[in-house]
């Protein structure tokens, strides 16, 4: 059993610069890629960002150079660090992971409940 659970969301201020943690738990064998993901009010899910075990990171074009993705493979955890947030930013940010479980037997991607961020203007 594995779970991702996410903190850090809540009600920010146009231009503010939250913080987003999401901690996986359980049953890890190995954690691959982790990543971001938001979705908006009437929107699909789209990705923020991506980061390896390795540290390679990747970036959608959604939050347009005003984030930053890192990760403590010690404490299973990433982080999203978002800066001069917009009202449209606004949206339920979502973790996900590939984990390799101790009883395997395959890689699995696992996603948390989602945090709520509300940009207000």
């Known amino acids: 059993q594995v779970q991702l659970v996410e903190s850090g969301g809540g009600l920010v201020q146009a231009g503010g610069s939250p913080r987003l943690s999401c901690a996986a738990s359980?049953?890890?064998?190995?954690?691959?890629?982790m990543g971001w993901y938001r979705q908006a009010p009437g929107k699909q899910r789209e990705l923020v960002a991506t980061?390896?075990?390795?540290?390679?990171?990747n970036y959608a074009d959604s939050l347009n150079g005003r984030s930053t993705i890192s990760r403590d493979n010690a404490k299973n955890t990433v982080y999203l660090q978002m800066n001069s947030l917009k009202p449209e930013d606004t949206a339920v940010y979502y973790c996900?992971?590939?984990?390799?479980?101790?009883?395997?037997?395959?890689?699995?991607?696992?996603w948390g409940q989602g945090t709520q961020v509300t940009v207000s203007s």
């Open positions: 996900n992971s590939a984990i390799y479980t101790d009883g395997g037997p395959a890689v699995v991607t696992y």
């Open positions: 359980g049953s890890i064998s190995r954690i691959y890629t």
């Open positions: 980061i390896t075990s390795g540290g390679s990171t």
